[in-house]
């Protein structure tokens, strides 16, 4: 009798990890798989590699509170569970290609995501996607990509992220500029000193002299 028990029970958990199976790898479907990129990195003159899961992120952001961060930013970022972002610049054109990246452009273009920017000008590409995580903000995610002759940006975020938060990222956790608004303002110009005073004119020399 125990033996029989034991094994309901066996099938009882082993059902169970079948029905949370879907849910699992939809809650990592947001974190793509990037490639090696060690040979691109080695030929760049300049890359950042960055892959921070939600407990290293939890430590950079009390870093950013503790440095007067906007607090409306530090709490979008709690809903973040991982953040990767590669950058590479080179000193000519020529030394990737989009096959480089296709592996990763396929994921977002077969799982659901919705993509909003799309452009394509000469020999630039940029691209944005987003996964909506529906009831479970945290199972969606942003993907960018950024591909000109000498730079190439990839940037993919899993967890509950908006536009604005995106805004507000550039320039933060070695994210690049991606062009949406939200940076900060330029500083104002200096006011212009005020012009010297001219000298005053001579007298005039009476006649005769």
């Known amino acids: 009798m125990k033996s029989r028990n034991n094994f309901k029970h066996l099938l009882l958990m082993m059902a169970l990890a079948i029905t949370m199976l879907p849910l699992a790898a939809f809650a990592q479907a947001a974190k793509l798989k990037m490639p090696d990129f060690s040979g691109l990195a080695s030929k760049a003159t300049k890359s950042v590699d960055i892959d921070m899961d939600r407990d290293m992120l939890k430590n950079a952001m009390g870093f950013m509170t503790g440095n007067n961060t906007d607090p409306q930013l530090a709490e979008s970022l709690k809903g973040i569970e991982s953040l990767t972002v590669k950058v590479f610049s080179f000193d000519k054109p020529g030394v990737y290609s989009m096959k480089d990246i296709d592996g990763v452009v396929k994921q977002v273009e077969t799982r659901g995501w919705k993509k909003?920017?799309?452009v394509n000008q000469g020999n630039q590409t940029v691209g944005m996607w987003m996964l909506d995580g529906g009831a479970r903000p945290a199972d969606g995610g942003m993907f960018f990509v950024a591909a000109q002759p000498t730079e190439l940006v990839l940037i993919n975020i899993a967890g509950k992220i908006d536009l604005a938060t995106l805004s507000k990222l550039q320039g933060r956790m070695g994210m690049p500029?991606?062009?949406l608004g939200g940076a900060a303002p330029a500083a104002p110009a200096s006011p212009a000193s005020p012009a010297a005073p001219a000298?005053?004119?001579?007298?005039a020399s009476p006649p005769g002299q």
Do not use: T
């Not at 000298?199 to 007298?203: I, S, T």
């Open 116 to 118: 909003l920017l799309s």
């Open 177 to 179: 500029n991606m062009g």
């Open 199 to 203: 000298a005053p004119a001579a007298p």
